[in-house]
C-alpha cells in the first residue's frame, strides 16, 4: 500500500487496475486460510507458520520482477497465500501457551507484532525507494522476512518441549479443564452459531482494515498530497495507535474478568468500545487538515486492532484447542471474501465517483457496530462449547 501512488503514476494504473491487484491477494489470503487452520492444527505451529514465512518472503521480493497488472496480480495472490498461515498459527500458539484468563492480552500482543511490522515498512520503504528504487524495497522486505523465520526456527518449542520450562510454569499453562484431541471437520464447525459469529464478525470488518493497509496512501496522496516522502509520519502516527489498542484492547477485556466480570460480559464491552470508537471515521474525507483525518483514522486503526485482539480471543474462549485453528481459518476465509468484494467496489466507486472517498469511510464507521449485533445474536453468552473431533486422513 504505501508504493500504490508511486506504482500508479508509474505504471498508469486506474483505480479499479489497483482494485483488482489487491484484491486477488485477499481472495488468496482467504484461500489460503481454509487450507492453513487444518494444515497448523495437523502438523503443529513451529512448522507450519515456518512454510507459512518462506513462501510469503519469497512472493514479497517476486514483486521486484514484474511489471503489468496481471504480474502484480500474481505475486500478490502468492503473498496472500504465504501470509494466511500468520493469525491461524498466533491464536493457536496462544492457545498453546496461554490459560484463558491471559489470552486476550497475549493475542494482543502477538496482533501488535503485524503493526510493528507496518510502522518499521512506513519508515524503511520509502527511503528505499526514494535512494535504490522501488524494486529494492520489495527484495528488502522479503530479506528481513528470512531473517525472522531463522529466529523462529531457533527458538519457538510447545510447552511441554520447551527446555527453560518449569513444572510450575507448564501447570500454569494448562490449568484449564482438559480438551478432547483430534481434528473437526468443518460440517460440524459449520452447525455451530459460535462459528458463524465468528464468521460474520471477520465478514464486516476485515475489509476495513484491508482499505486502511491498502488504500490509505492513496487517500492521503489523492486528498491531502502526501506523496512518498512525506507517507512516513502519517503512516507511523496510525500504526503506532493501533499497536496501542491491540495490546490495551486485550488488557482492558482480561482485568475486566479479572475482577470478577463474566467472560462474556468483558470481552463484549471491549468489542463495544471498539465499535462505538470507529464511528467517527466516517469524518476523515472532510476533514479540513491532514493531521485532523490522521488522527481520526488513526483513533479508527487503534480501535480495529483493540477489537481485532478481542474477536480472535473468542474462538479460544468458545472452542477447543483442537479446533481453534479450523475456526479462525473459516472465518478468515469469509473475511478475505468480503475484503475482494469491498476492494473491487472501492475501486468502481472511485472511478465512478471521480474520486470520492466519502460513501467509503461512511461504510468503514458503521461496520463494527453491525458486526457485533450480529455477534450477540448468534453468540448470546460466550463460553466454552463441546466439539468432538474425528481424527481424519
Known amino acids: ?48 507458520l515456518a512454510c507459512s514465512v518462506g513462501l510469503w518472503s519469497l512472493a514479497a521480493m517476486g514483486h521486484a520482477l514484474v511489471r503489468t497488472v496481471t504480474g502484480f496480480s500474481v505475486a500478490r495472490a502468492l503473498l496472500g497465500i504465504g501470509e494466511s ?54 527484495v528488502a522486505t522479503g530479506a528481513l522476512d528470512l531473517v525472522w523465520l531463522a529466529v523462529w526456527l531457533r527458538f519457538y ?41 465468528f464468521i460474520v464478525g471477520k465478514a464486516m470488518t476485515d475489509p476495513v482494515w484491508l482499505f486502511y493497509l491498502f488504500w490509505l496512501p492513496k487517500f492521503l496522496d489523492a486528498t491531502f498530497g502526501v506523496r512518498l516522502a512525506g507517507l512516513a509520519a502519517p503512516l507511523v502516527v496510525i500504526y503506532v495507535a493501533a499497536d496501542i489498542g491491540s495490546v490495551t484492547g486485550g488488557w482492558v477485556s482480561g482485568a475486566l474478568i479479572k475482577r470478577g466480570w463474566s467472560l462474556n460480559r468483558g470481552r463484549k464491552t471491549a468489542l463495544l468500545i471498539a465499535a462505538l470508537s470507529i464511528v467517527p471515521t466516517t469524518l476523515a474525507p472532510s476533514a479540513r487538515s491532514l493531521w485532523v483525518a490522521v488522527g481520526v483514522v488513526a483513533v479508527a486503526a487503534g480501535a480495529h486492532q483493540w477489537w481485532s485482539a478481542n474477536l480472535f480471543t473468542t474462538v479460544s474462549d468458545m472452542f477447543p484447542r483442537h479446533a ?11 473475511g478475505m471474501l468480503s475484503a475482494f468484494a469491498f476492494q473491487r467496489f472501492t475501486g468502481a466507486l472511485l472511478e465512478a465517483t ?6 467509503i469511510f461512511a461504510v468503514l464507521g458503521v461496520a463494527y457496530v453491525g458486526a457485533l449485533a450480529l455477534l450477540h445474536l448468534l453468540a448470546p453468552r460466550l463460553e466454552p462449547i463441546a466439539v468432538r473431533g474425528a481424527d481424519v486422513g
Do not use: C
Not at 507484532?113 to 524494486?135: E, F, K, M
Open 157 to 197: 518449542r510447545q510447552p511441554s518441549e520447551h527446555p527453560r520450562l518449569s513444572d510450575v510454569e507448564l501447570t500454569w499453562i494448562r490449568s484449564d479443564p482438559v480438551e478432547p484431541a483430534g481434528q473437526v471437520p468443518w460440517r460440524s464447525l459449520l452447525a455451530r452459531r459460535q462459528t458463524w459469529a
Open 85 to 138: 498461515g500468520n493469525f491461524p498459527a498466533g491464536v493457536k500458539a496462544v492457545a498453546e501457551w496461554f490459560p484463558k484468563r491471559e489470552r486476550a492480552l497475549a493475542t494482543g500482543i502477538f496482533n501488535a507484532g503485524s503493526n510493528v511490522g507496518v510502522v518499521l515498512a512506513a519508515l524503511l520503504v520509502p527511503w528505499i525507494a526514494l535512494a535504490l528504487g522501488w524494486r529494492w524495497a520489495f
Open 1 to 48: 500500500g504505501i508504493l500504490a501512488p508511486t506504482l500508479t503514476r508509474e505504471f498508469g494504473w486506474h483505480e479499479t487496475d489497483y482494485a483488482a491487484i489487491v484484491s486477488w491477494f485477499s481472495v488468496a489470503y482467504g484461500v489460503g486460510l481454509l487450507g492453513m487452520g487444518r494444515f497448523l492444527d495437523r502438523i503443529g505451529v513451529r512448522r507450519g
Open 324 to 334: 481453534v485453528g479450523s475456526v479462525v481459518g473459516l472465518g478468515g476465509f469469509a
Open 354 to 359: 471521480g474520486g470520492s472517498y466519502s460513501p
